[in-house]
Structures are given as C-alpha cells and as structure tokens.
C-alpha cells in the first residue's frame, strides 16, 4: 500500500568489503502493466553506509533481545503473505488468519529467509504482534524489524528506516460483483464512487490523490472492515494491493471482483513493500545486504512464485 522510488547504488562499498552482493531482477513485461515483484526500481528510505561482514555477524548485531532476532507483524496476519497454521494458530495468533511463525505465506517465509542471510536459525526467530498504525508510528520500536506489506514512502522514512524493497506492485481496486462500477474501465469512471480503505495506508492516498473521487473516501481501522462494509453496500469499492485484492476476491468475499489496477496511465506509480526498523538502526545496512543476496540468488523471485503463483497474473490496468 505504498510508493516505489529507484534503488540507489547502497551496497557498492559492501563488494569491496567482502560482503554479501545485491543484484536486481527486471520485471517482466506483459499486456497488463507489470506488477511483477521485481525491486530493481524500488528505492530504500534508509541510505546507511555499506556494512563490514563483521558488523553484521550474528554476534555483532544489536538486537532487542540478546541470540534472538524479533520480527514484528500485525495480528490477524492475513493470508496470502502467511498461511494458517494446520495445527490450530496459539496465541496471540489469530486461529481463523494466519500464523507468522509456521514460515509458509509470502511474508513469513521472506522473513525467514532474511534471518538465514543474518545467520539465526528459525528457533532464534521470534514473533511479536505490532499493529500496522503503531509499527509505522514514530518512535521506538518493540520488534528488530517489521514485516507487513509497509510501502515505502518518503513522509514515513522520516521517522523510520525502511530498507530496500522486497515485493514491487500496483495498487487495485476492488468491488462487489453486482456493482455498476464492476465494469469499469478507467479512473474518470470511479469518479462517482463511494471508495474506502484502511487509515494510514497508501491505498488512501491513491483514493485521494489518484481517483480523486467527488465523494469523500471513507476510512477503516482495519481492510476485514472496509471489506465488511463493501459487502454490505455501504461502499462501492476499496483499494489493497495486488495479492491481496486477489485473496480478497477468489477466497475472503467471492462475491467481490477486481475492477483493475492504478498503473502509470492512470497516473499511478508502482510501489514496493520494505522491512520497517527503528530510525538510524544499525541493523538497517545489513538487511539490506540480505535483501539484495536474496535478490542475486532468485530467492525472491521463487518465494513468489510459490506463495503467489497466480498473483502475478495480468490484471488490466484502468485508463485515465
């Protein structure tokens, strides 16, 4: 839910050093706009000096907690990005959502896969709940890093670190099947839609700043009520991104379709998703070290496929 700027050149220094290369993949290209999560476009909000290989050995980290490396996400933790827990979620996870600690769905296994690079084994792994309003708010942090679908934008790179980007999409609009505006084909024609999404977030900001609809957007604490109020037809639509609003509308609410996505004809910009730290982290270099060896090594790309293989589809992207 958040804006995607061009990636500097962070990790140069870090090839003299001896630590772990960052490589870009190149989206591919299709009918639809591309919103294949391809980072080589993204930019990091946190530009830290290249770190040493010993500054980022697991020993040498400064962490929350002592051997442990705490990730933070929101609660419920929405599939596709983590998947249920076959055994029964335990708390605090919710039991009918997903479970970060199972390392199945998007997300989970990304963060995994970036506490491998930084050397921790999955037991020295630890979850804890941070709401998405809290974990982007200014201030001190209760997690070494957050993961849960945060766009990078300037405004909270002011108070946070963000690191480079892992997942590159569009922001899409989602509407009821029996809707007049399901068949829409261009932005001019939401105009007079009644449009919601989640406080916060850049789907909001791309319902005002975008669509510019002449109703007010209505604001949610969370996507499960603007999605309750789409389906009770106090909204004609909401806006999420792109894997989302394919859950949303094949497993959440089937009775939902995507209306289509807000690319560069619509005047819209594709975003990426970055980790989220405490402002100045030291650890902030080398998540991005780990980032782009994920990057080099295709890793990205094949958790992709595996856990959003039919997220990448084309998705017609509305007009001006």
């Given at each position: 839910?958040?804006?995607?700027?061009?990636?500097?050149?962070?990790?140069?220094?870090s090839l003299a050093l001896g630590a772990c290369t960052s490589g870009a993949t190149t989206a591919p290209s299709s009918a639809a706009p591309s919103v294949a999560p391809?980072?080589?476009?993204?930019?990091?909000?946190?530009?830290?000096?290249?770190?040493?290989?010993?500054?980022?050995?697991?020993?040498?980290l400064t962490l929350k907690t002592a051997g442990k490396l705490t990730i933070g996400t929101d609660n419920p933790a929405y599939p596709p990005y983590y998947a249920t827990?076959?055994?029964?979620?335990?708390?605090?996870?919710?039991?009918?959502?997903?479970?970060?600690?199972?390392?199945?769905?998007?997300?989970?296994?990304?963060?995994?896969?970036?506490?491998?690079?930084?050397?921790?084994?999955?037991?020295?792994?630890?979850?804890?709940?941070?709401?998405?309003?809290?974990?982007?708010?200014?201030?001190?942090?209760?997690?070494?890093?957050?993961?849960?679908?945060?766009?990078?934008?300037?405004?909270?790179?002011?108070?946070?670190?963000?690191?480079?980007?892992?997942?590159?999409?569009?922001?899409?609009?989602?509407?009821?099947?029996?809707?007049?505006?399901?068949?829409?084909?261009?932005?001019?024609?939401?105009?007079?839609?009644?449009?919601?999404?989640?406080?916060?977030?850049?789907?909001?900001?791309?319902?005002?700043?975008?669509?510019?609809?002449?109703?007010?957007?209505?604001?949610?604490?969370?996507?499960?009520?603007?999605?309750?109020?789409?389906?009770?037809?106090?909204?004609?639509?909401?806006?999420?991104?792109?894997?989302?609003?394919?859950?949303?509308?094949?497993?959440?609410?089937?009775?939902?379709?995507?209306?289509?996505?807000?690319?560069?004809?619509?005047?819209?910009?594709?975003?990426?998703?970055?980790?989220?730290?405490?402002?100045?982290?030291?650890?902030?270099?080398?998540?991005?070290?780990?980032?782009?060896?994920?990057?080099?090594?295709?890793?990205?790309?094949?958790?992709?496929?595996?856990?959003?293989?039919?997220?990448t589809s084309p998705v017609a992207e509305l007009q001006p």
């Open positions: 839910m958040r804006r995607a700027f061009p990636i500097t050149t962070l990790l140069l220094a391809s980072v080589a476009a993204s930019v990091a909000a946190s530009i830290a000096p290249s770190p040493s290989v010993d500054a980022c050995a697991k020993d040498s827990n076959p055994a029964g979620n335990a708390a605090p996870w919710d039991k009918d959502q997903g479970d970060p600690n199972t390392g199945e769905g998007f997300e989970s296994a990304v963060a995994y896969a970036v506490a491998e690079q930084l050397g921790f084994a999955k037991a020295d792994v630890v979850w804890v709940v941070a709401p998405f309003n809290t974990a982007i708010a200014p201030g001190p942090k209760a997690f070494d890093f957050d993961i849960n679908q945060v766009s990078f934008t300037p405004e909270r790179a002011e108070s946070n670190d963000l690191t480079e980007g892992y997942y590159e999409f569009n922001q899409t609009v989602v509407v009821r099947q029996d809707s007049a505006f399901a068949t829409v084909k261009s932005v001019a024609g939401l105009k007079d839609a009644k449009l919601g999404a989640q406080v916060g977030t850049t789907s909001l900001a791309a319902i005002q700043n975008d669509i510019k609809p002449t109703t007010e957007a209505s604001v949610y604490d969370s996507n499960d009520a603007a999605i309750q109020a789409l389906q009770a037809k106090q909204i004609d639509g909401i806006l999420v991104d792109l894997p989302t609003a394919y859950f949303l509308t094949t497993i959440q609410a089937p009775d939902t379709a995507i209306a289509g996505q807000l690319g560069t004809a619509a005047g819209g910009a594709p975003e990426h998703f970055s980790l989220l730290l405490d402002k100045d982290s030291a650890l902030t270099p080398c998540l991005n070290t780990a980032i782009g060896a994920l990057q080099s090594a295709g890793t990205l790309d094949e958790l992709r496929d595996k856990w959003l293989p039919d997220k």
